[in-house]
């Protein structure tokens, strides 16, 4: 069973840094893109950063200069470095891999979710 665990959220003022980590597990073959989404109060889930395997990166133009994703594919684990932190950040943080894993009884492509993780900037 893939399993992707995010950690790292809480609370912080604005201004301040957080530093999100996600660790993909179980029985993986390879992994593709991974991103970070988020998701607040009465608003649609969008698109924060994203990173290939090869490391080309993604973000969206609200968090530019403030945001950086990594990964270490030793690992299977992707970060958001998050500084400059503004109210409007606050959500919660989803973590998503395509990838290639064991399901049911073979190998398979697919997107996996992780359960997500609140972040909260005071102003």
């Known amino acids: 069973q893939v399993q992707l665990v995010e950690s790292g959220g809480g609370l912080v003022q604005a201004g301040g840094s957080l530093r999100l980590s996600c660790a993909a597990s179980?029985?993986?073959?390879?992994?593709?893109?991974m991103g970070w989404y988020r998701q607040a109060p009465g608003k649609q889930r969008e698109l924060v950063a994203s990173i290939s395997s090869g490391g080309s990166t993604n973000y969206a133009d609200s968090v530019k200069g403030r945001f950086t994703i990594s990964r270490d594919n030793a690992k299977n684990t992707v970060y958001l470095q998050m500084n400059s932190l503004k109210p409007e950040d606050t959500a919660v943080y989803y973590c998503?891999?395509?990838?290639?894993?064991?399901?049911?009884?073979?190998?398979?492509?697919?997107?996996?979710w992780g359960q997500g993780t609140q972040v909260t900037v005071s102003s």
């Open positions: 998503n891999a395509d990838l290639m894993g064991w399901r049911g009884s073979a190998y398979q492509c697919f997107g996996s």
């Open positions: 179980g029985t993986i073959f390879s992994i593709n893109a």
